[in-house]
């Protein structure tokens, strides 16, 4: 996946948590399903403001995240364009649209019955909807919530609420059973998560540490964002990663910036820590753990599978 510099993708990921615009269509609260368990698709459909008569057949996706809902859903064959970001799952109709730089006219060109977006980058919302698109925005989640609800509004719109439910369900299942069976600690393990080799990381404010705190790690940077001016992704020195010596590095940057547990051992000051000493540092995959879709499973299973190799 084409990737910018870790001090850009940290600042994308902040402006994406954001609140954004009010002209937005958000994923929000659901209606226009049936109730139940096993809901039935029904037309018009609603989400938050945003109404569908009928089911959309040619959907464009400009979020990474909402691509693999919406083929994690049984939505693929109604995707006809993805944005350059998306790349999961292999067969994703990806297109030259830029998703850092979406242009309204060029997502017009793809004849779209409804846009969905992960953040309003240009105001493109405001154009796509002079333009009379539907779109949806459903921005970066902050909770795991966020998450199954967004995949529920998806379902809705698209037809597959029964879908959708039986995702959300599986990976609450699934997520519960991965972090149940953790040894319980008189103490805390510590963590650093790197978005790059600038340091820049995530804090337990922020949906990737939600993640960690599920398996009851302590983040080392939550006091460099105490007044939250990093908006959940302060920048670290090598002076405060080294003295709070963490337990465990997870690194998000093994394709994008190609950093490895040797590379890191080799740094500076680094050697002597304890994450690297009792080889907890763990490479994760770059896409997987900058997104809050379906695969944030696999994510909680990495994190877990690494907190249950150390005793109690």
């Known amino acids: 996946m084409s990737r910018r510099t870790p001090r850009v993708f940290a600042a994308l990921l902040a402006a994406a948590a954001l609140t954004l615009g009010a002209c937005a269509e958000k994923s929000s609260d659901t ?5 139940g368990n096993s809901p039935a698709a029904s037309f018009p459909a609603t989400v938050g403001k945003l109404t569908l008569d009928k089911r959309p057949e040619k959907i464009v996706s400009m979020s990474p995240t909402a691509t693999e809902m919406l083929f994690a859903i049984g939505a693929g064959k109604q995707v ?41 980058t240009n105001k493109i919302v405001d154009q796509l909807t002079k333009l009379k698109i539907p779109v949806l925005l459903a921005p970066a989640a902050n909770t795991l919530d966020d998450t199954y609800r967004q995949i ?44 790059g080799p600038e340091l820049y990381t ?14 009851g790690l302590e983040n080392i940077a939550d006091a460099s964002d105490a007044d939250g001016k990093a908006m959940g992704y302060p920048q670290l020195s090598q002076e405060v990663i080294v003295k709070a010596d963490p337990d465990f590095v997870f690194l998000a940057d093994t394709r ?57």
């Open 31 to 35: 209606t226009g399903a049936a109730g």
């Open 80 to 120: 006809t364009a993805v944005d350059d970001q998306s790349n999961y799952p292999a067969e994703v109709p990806k297109s030259d649209l830029s998703g850092f730089q979406p242009n309204a006219e060029a997502i017009a060109g793809k004849s779209p019955d409804l846009v969905v977006l992960s953040n309003d």
């Open 152 to 195: 529920t509004d998806l379902g809705t719109l698209t037809g597959h609420p029964a879908e959708a439910t039986d995702l959300t369900q599986r990976m609450r299942d699934d997520i519960a059973k991965l972090v149940k069976d953790l040894p319980q600690r008189s103490e805390k393990l510590t963590y650093f998560h790197e978005l």
């Open 202 to 215: 995530a804090t337990s404010k922020t949906f990737i540490g939600s993640l960690y705190a599920l398996a």
């Open 256 to 312: 994008c910036c190609q950093q490895s547990p040797e590379k890191l051992k080799a740094r500076s000051g680094w050697a002597g820590l304890t994450a690297v000493k009792n080889n907890q540092v763990v490479a994760l995959d770059d896409d997987i753990a900058s997104r809050w879709g379906p695969r944030v499973v696999d994510q909680v299973r990495a994190i877990v599978d690494a907190v249950a190799k150390v005793p109690a």
